[in-house]
C-alpha cells in the first residue's frame, strides 16, 4: 500500500471519529406532500419567461476556472456567454404558481440553491410561489460553480461570481413573474435516433427530445420546456472557453426561427450519454477545436425541437411534491473537499455513513394533468430509470440484476420526464451491482473490473447506496401520491 493509500485510510477514520464525537442529530428532513386537488378550476396557465447572461464584467481581467473535465484549467476567451433562464407557471388553480430556473453551469449544490430560495422567500411569499427550482444544464464549458475544477487543493469556486449568480437568478425569477400572461399548454415529444452515446455498459439511455409548448393568449412570442438527455460537453476537454456549449447553440436557432424563448434542462445523463461528435478523430488531428460541430449539433437538435409535430394540450392541473432525503457519503475524497472547503456542501453526522457523514438533498414530483416530472439531484444512470441492468456475468460484482433497485418507472407507473441536476448535484448514481473501487486508493482512482472496464463514474458518486436511497424516496413520494388521489376517488 503507497503513502497516499495510508493517507485516504487515515483521513477517513478521522473523519469518522470526528463525525462520532460531535453527537449531532440530523435535522428532520422536510416533506411536502402531494398538493392534489380533484378538477383543478384555473381555467387557463399563466407563464413568464425571462433571462440574462452570467459571464462576469470583470471576465478576461480576473482568473475564473471552466468547469467540468481536469482540474486548473482557467478560462482563455469566451465562444458565447452563458445564461440563466427562469420560467414561470401557474395553473391558477389557487394553489400557487412553480418556478423553473436553467443555469449553463455544470452544477448548483443544496446549499446554494437554499440559498437563492431564501433570498426569494418574500417574492414567494407575495406571490403564492409554491415551489422553486434550480437546475443546471450540466455545462462543462462553464465557470466552476461547485470548486472542484480549480488549482487544487485550493477551490475553483469565486465569492463574487457566485453571488452574481445569485442575485442574476433573484433577478429572472422576478421579471419572469412580471411578464406572465395568460395561454395553453402543450406536450410533445419526438425520438432523437442519431445524436447520442453511451460510453458505459449497457448501452441504455432515452433518445426522447421533449417539449414543453406555452403559447400565449394574445399570439405573442412563444415559451418552450426542453428536456433531453446527453451531457453538455461537446466542445470536449480540450476546450478552455467559456461557451453555453450545444444548449446555446439549439436556443439560439429556434429564439430566431420559431420566435419562441427556451428553458433547457437534461434528463439521465449517467453512465456517460453524451452527444456524438462526427468526424471527432478529424477534429482532434487538426488541433482540437470542437466550436463549429458543437454549434452543429445545437443546431441539429433544434431542428428536432421545431419539428415536433405530435401534440397534446394539458389542462391547467399542476400537483406538486417534495421530499427531503439524506445520502451516505462514502467518498472520502469529496468529503475531504468539503470539510478543506474547496465545495460548500453541508454535512451532516450519522453513524450510519461509513465516513461518519450525509448530505441532505431532495426529489421533487411534479404532475401536470397527470403528465409525470421527476427532478432528480444528480446524474442518474438511465438503467435506474428505465431498468436494462447488467446481467451477473456482465457486471462488475457479480451480482443479479435483482439487487438493484426497481427502476423508477416502474414505481411510477407510467412513462416519467426525469429532469437530472435539479435542485443539488450528488454526482453520479450507479446500480449497485456494477458499482467498483480501487482496490487502494478508492475514489481517488479509477477501477478496473474483470473484463477490463474503466470505473471512472465511482469517483465521481457519493457510494454505493445512494441508487437504493432515491429508490426509496421516490416509493415514498409515490405512495404519497396515491393516497392522496384515493381521497378522492
Same mark, same amino acid.
Not at 186 to 205: A, N, T
Not at 229 to 239: F, I, P
Not at 358 to 374: P, R, T
Given at each position: 500500500?503507497?503513502?497516499?493509500?495510508?493517507?485516504?485510510?487515515?483521513?477517513?477514520?478521522?473523519?469518522?471519529?470526528?463525525?462520532?464525537?460531535?453527537?449531532?442529530?440530523?435535522?428532520?428532513?422536510?416533506?411536502?406532500?402531494?398538493?392534489?386537488?380533484?378538477?383543478?378550476?384555473?381555467?387557463?396557465?399563466?407563464?413568464?419567461?425571462?433571462?440574462?447572461?452570467?459571464?462576469?464584467?470583470?471576465?478576461?481581467?480576473?482568473?475564473?476556472?471552466?468547469?467540468?473535465?481536469?482540474?486548473?484549467?482557467?478560462?482563455?476567451?469566451?465562444?458565447?456567454?452563458?445564461?440563466?433562464?427562469?420560467?414561470?407557471?401557474?395553473?391558477?388553480?389557487?394553489?400557487?404558481?412553480?418556478?423553473?430556473?436553467?443555469?449553463?453551469?455544470?452544477?448548483?449544490?443544496?446549499?446554494?440553491?437554499?440559498?437563492?430560495?431564501?433570498?426569494?422567500?418574500?417574492?414567494?411569499?407575495?406571490?403564492?410561489?409554491?415551489?422553486?427550482?434550480?437546475?443546471?444544464?450540466?455545462?462543462?464549458?462553464?465557470?466552476?460553480?461547485?470548486?472542484?475544477?480549480?488549482?487544487?487543493?485550493?477551490?475553483?469556486?469565486?465569492?463574487?461570481?457566485?453571488?452574481?449568480?445569485?442575485?442574476?437568478?433573484?433577478?429572472?425569477?422576478?421579471?419572469?413573474?412580471?411578464? =406572465?400572461?395568460?395561454?395553453?399548454?402543450?406536450?410533445? *415529444?419526438?425520438?432523437?435516433?442519431?445524436?447520442?452515446?453511451?460510453?458505459?455498459?449497457?448501452?441504455?439511455?432515452?433518445?426522447?427530445?421533449?417539449?414543453?409548448?406555452?403559447?400565449?393568449?394574445?399570439?405573442?412570442?412563444?415559451?418552450?420546456?426542453?428536456?433531453?438527455?446527453?451531457? *453538455?460537453? *461537446?466542445?470536449?476537454?480540450?476546450?478552455?472557453?467559456?461557451?453555453? &456549449?450545444?444548449?446555446?447553440?439549439? =436556443?439560439?436557432?429556434?429564439?430566431?426561427?420559431?420566435? @419562441?424563448?427556451?428553458?433547457?434542462?437534461?434528463?439521465?445523463?449517467?453512465?456517460?450519454?453524451?452527444?456524438? /461528435?462526427?468526424?471527432?478523430?478529424? /477534429? =482532434? &488531428?487538426?488541433?482540437?477545436?470542437?466550436?463549429?460541430?458543437?454549434?452543429?449539433?445545437? =443546431?441539429?437538435?433544434?431542428?428536432?425541437?421545431?419539428?415536433?409535430?405530435?401534440?397534446?394540450? #394539458?389542462?391547467? &392541473?399542476?400537483?406538486? @411534491?417534495?421530499?427531503?432525503?439524506?445520502?451516505?457519503?462514502?467518498?472520502?475524497?469529496?468529503?475531504?473537499?468539503?470539510?478543506?472547503?474547496?465545495?460548500?456542501?453541508?454535512?451532516?453526522?450519522?453513524?450510519?455513513?461509513?465516513?461518519?457523514?450525509?448530505?441532505?438533498?431532495?426529489?421533487?414530483?411534479?404532475?401536470?394533468?397527470?403528465?409525470?416530472?421527476?427532478?432528480?439531484?444528480?446524474?442518474?444512470?438511465?438503467? #435506474?430509470?428505465?431498468?436494462?441492468?447488467?446481467?451477473?456475468?456482465?457486471?462488475?460484482?457479480?451480482?443479479?440484476?435483482?439487487?438493484?433497485?426497481?427502476?423508477?418507472?416502474?414505481?411510477?407507473?407510467?412513462?416519467?420526464?426525469?429532469?437530472?441536476?435539479?435542485?443539488?448535484?450528488?454526482?453520479?448514481?450507479?446500480?449497485?451491482?456494477?458499482?467498483?473501487?480501487?482496490?487502494?486508493?478508492?475514489?481517488?482512482?479509477?477501477?478496473?473490473?474483470?473484463?477490463?472496464?474503466?470505473?471512472?463514474?465511482?469517483?465521481?458518486?457519493?457510494?454505493?447506496?445512494?441508487?437504493?436511497?432515491? *429508490?426509496?424516496?421516490?416509493? @415514498?413520494?409515490?405512495?404519497?401520491?396515491?393516497?392522496?388521489?384515493?381521497?378522492?376517488?
Amino acid at each position: 500500500m503507497n503513502a497516499l493509500a495510508y493517507a485516504l485510510k487515515g483521513f477517513r477514520y478521522v473523519l469518522k471519529k470526528r463525525a462520532l464525537r460531535s453527537g449531532e442529530n440530523l435535522p428532520k428532513p422536510e416533506i411536502k406532500e402531494f398538493d392534489f386537488i380533484p378538477n383543478a378550476l384555473g381555467g387557463r396557465f399563466s407563464c413568464g419567461f425571462a433571462k440574462a447572461d452570467i459571464l462576469p464584467a470583470d471576465f478576461g481581467k480576473k482568473k475564473y476556472y471552466v468547469a467540468g473535465y481536469g482540474e486548473n484549467n482557467p478560462a482563455e476567451g469566451f465562444l458565447d456567454k452563458p445564461y440563466v433562464h427562469a420560467l414561470w407557471l401557474d395553473d391558477n388553480s389557487g394553489r400557487g404558481g412553480i418556478v423553473i430556473v436553467s443555469i449553463d453551469d455544470v452544477g448548483m449544490l443544496s446549499r446554494d440553491v437554499n440559498t437563492i430560495r431564501k433570498r426569494l422567500r418574500e417574492f414567494a411569499f407575495i406571490s403564492h410561489c409554491r415551489s422553486i427550482n434550480v437546475v443546471s444544464t450540466h455545462n462543462h464549458a462553464g465557470i466552476d460553480t461547485m470548486g472542484i475544477w480549480g488549482p487544487l487543493p485550493f477551490t475553483g469556486r469565486d465569492h463574487d461570481y457566485m453571488e452574481f449568480i445569485f442575485n442574476t437568478v433573484v433577478d429572472c425569477v422576478k421579471k419572469a413573474y412580471e411578464k =406572465r400572461q395568460n395561454g395553453r399548454l402543450f406536450k410533445g *415529444s419526438v425520438e432523437v435516433e442519431d445524436m447520442q452515446e453511451d460510453i458505459r455498459l449497457p448501452v441504455v439511455y432515452s433518445k426522447t427530445l421533449t417539449r414543453l409548448r406555452f403559447v400565449p393568449e394574445n399570439g405573442g412570442r412563444e415559451t418552450w420546456l426542453l428536456n433531453f438527455a446527453s451531457h *453538455s460537453e *461537446s466542445l470536449q476537454g480540450c476546450n478552455s472557453r467559456v461557451s453555453a &456549449d450545444f444548449p446555446g447553440y439549439m =436556443r439560439e436557432r429556434i429564439s430566431e426561427e420559431a420566435n @419562441a424563448d427556451v428553458l433547457y434542462c437534461v434528463g439521465c445523463i449517467g453512465g456517460m450519454i453524451s452527444m456524438e /461528435i462526427p468526424d471527432e478523430k478529424e /477534429i =482532434r &488531428d487538426a488541433g482540437g477545436d470542437f466550436a463549429e460541430s458543437t454549434k452543429r449539433i445545437g =443546431r441539429k437538435l433544434a431542428g428536432y425541437a421545431m419539428d415536433i409535430k405530435d401534440e397534446a394540450e #394539458l389542462k391547467p &392541473d399542476i400537483s406538486f @411534491a417534495r421530499r427531503e432525503c439524506y445520502f451516505k457519503a462514502d467518498n472520502t475524497v469529496l468529503m475531504l473537499a468539503a470539510k478543506a472547503h474547496i465545495m460548500k456542501a453541508d454535512s451532516y453526522c450519522s453513524s450510519e455513513s461509513p465516513t461518519g457523514y450525509v448530505l441532505k438533498s431532495e426529489l421533487s414530483y411534479f404532475e401536470i394533468d397527470g403528465f409525470k416530472i421527476l427532478m432528480l439531484p444528480c446524474e442518474l444512470f438511465p438503467e #435506474l430509470a428505465y431498468g436494462g441492468y447488467l446481467e451477473a456475468d456482465e457486471c462488475a460484482t457479480g451480482l443479479a440484476p435483482s439487487s438493484n433497485p426497481v427502476p423508477l418507472v416502474e414505481t411510477a407507473g407510467s412513462d416519467v420526464m426525469f429532469i437530472g441536476l435539479a435542485n443539488d448535484e450528488i454526482g453520479y448514481v450507479i446500480p449497485p451491482n456494477d458499482f467498483l473501487l480501487h482496490e487502494t486508493l478508492p475514489y481517488a482512482e479509477n477501477g478496473r473490473d474483470a473484463l477490463g472496464r474503466r470505473h471512472y463514474e465511482e469517483t465521481n458518486s457519493l457510494g454505493p447506496d445512494t441508487a437504493k436511497t432515491i *429508490s426509496a424516496c421516490f416509493e @415514498a413520494i409515490q405512495a404519497d401520491v396515491e393516497n392522496k388521489k384515493k381521497l378522492f376517488n
